[in-house]
Nanobody, 127 residues
Framework: QVQLVESGGGSVQAGGSLRLSCAAS????????MGWSRQAPGKEREFVAA????????YYADSVKGRFTISRDNAKNTVTLQMNSLKSDDTAVYYC????????????????????WGQGTQVTVSS
């Protein structure tokens, strides 16, 4: 069965950086768009970044644009989220997501478009 395992979460001070990774298994990784979503306590889930199966197209929520970078390594079946200039508002559980696609540029930004989810990793930013 498909597994998405996140790592790299933790605690950091505002202005700092963290790098999240997601290792995928039991799926043809290069045929899947990958992404990251987050949910903060008491808030709705927010999809923050997505990358197409080829890595050539990306999506970023306005709240993270210019600070977060999503990338993938199709040889290692991993997707990463580099988070810089972190703010207290970035505190949340971050979830990795995957969906198969025949389109090389597909980068869904709605929760309902994704097929698989990881268990999540906590990111805490203190001010």
């Amino acid at each position: 069965q498909v597994q998405l395992v996140e790592s790299g979460g933790g605690s950091v001070q505002a202005g700092g950086s963290l790098r999240l990774s997601c290792a995928a298994s039991a799926l043809p990784f290069s045929s899947y768009a990958m992404g990251w979503s987050r949910q903060a306590p008491g808030k709705e889930r927010e999809f923050v970044a997505a990358i197409s199966r080829s890595g050539g197209s990306g999506y970023y929520a306005d709240s993270v644009k210019g600070r977060f970078t999503i990338s993938r390594d199709n040889a290692k079946n991993t997707v990463t989220l580099q988070m810089n200039s972190l703010k207290s508002d970035d505190t949340a559980v971050y979830y990795c997501a995957a969906v198969g696609s025949v389109r090389y540029t597909y980068t869904p930004s709605e929760e309902s478009e994704w097929a698989y989810w990881g268990q999540g990793t906590q990111v805490t930013v203190s001010s």
